[in-house]
């Protein structure tokens, strides 16, 4: 069984930072990859960024270039900066991870609104 736990989420105002964390937990072995999904309201879930297994990041184009995705191997936790917040990023955001064997998981979400 694997858990994911998100924290870091709340409300910034537009141009401000935040900082996401994801705790992973249970059997995690042979890990693919860590991602961040943004959920904004009454829109389905879209990946944010990735981190694979060989520390390859992927960022979406709306992100690029302010955010940072990174991942602590030894505590199996990933964390999310984000710079330059915008009203669009508002939402909920989603860890997942994906191991070889046993496929993705999902974490609760955590909400960020940004305000204008």
């Known amino acids: 069984q694997v858990q994911l736990v998100e924290s870091g989420g709340g409300l910034v105002q537009a141009g401000g930072s935040l900082r996401l964390s994801c705790v992973a937990s249970?059997?995690?072995?042979?890990?693919?990859?860590m991602s961040w999904y943004h959920q904004p309201p009454g829109q389905e879930r879209d990946l944010l960024a990735r981190i694979s297994h060989t520390d390859s990041t992927y960022y979406r184009g709306s992100v690029k270039g302010r955010s940072t995705i990174s991942r602590d191997k030894t505590t199996n936790t990933l964390y999310l900066e984000m710079n330059n917040l915008k009203p669009e990023d508002t939402g909920v955001y989603f860890c997942?991870?994906?191991?070889?064997?046993?496929?993705?998981?999902w974490g609760q979400g955590t909400q960020v609104t940004v305000s204008s």
């Open positions: 249970g059997n995690i072995v042979d890990v693919y990859s």
């Open positions: 997942s991870l994906s191991l070889v064997r046993s496929g993705q998981y």
